[in-house]
């Protein structure tokens, strides 16, 4: 009886830990998942930059602050990251990429 709990509690563990590992890259093979497809869809170099501000939070305003460019730009950077990601909004860039934008305060 014992060598059956026993079996079974291995199987339990098992089972979870590979949901774990499976459902839900580490932080360092997240980054590594992003870094492939920022290469795969041509992200630029300041896509990029604006992506970090974008699943830091800032608004479009804030971003544009913060590279010292203009508002017009930097929706013309994110018209292009939604074109080459295929999606509609910083909602669906961050779950592409396995992010998610804090929310606003």
Known sequence: MPGILVSLLYILVF???????????????MERLAEKLLEEKGISGREREVLELLFEGKT????????????STVKTHLSSIFNKTGTRNRMEVARVFGRTPPPKV
Not at 15 to 28: D, I, N
Not at 60 to 71: K, T
């Open 15 to 29: 089972a979870v830990a590979s949901t774990v590992v499976f459902t839900r890259p580490s932080g360092l093979r």
């Open 60 to 71: 479009n305003q804030e971003i544009a602050d913060g590279l010292f460019i203009s508002l």
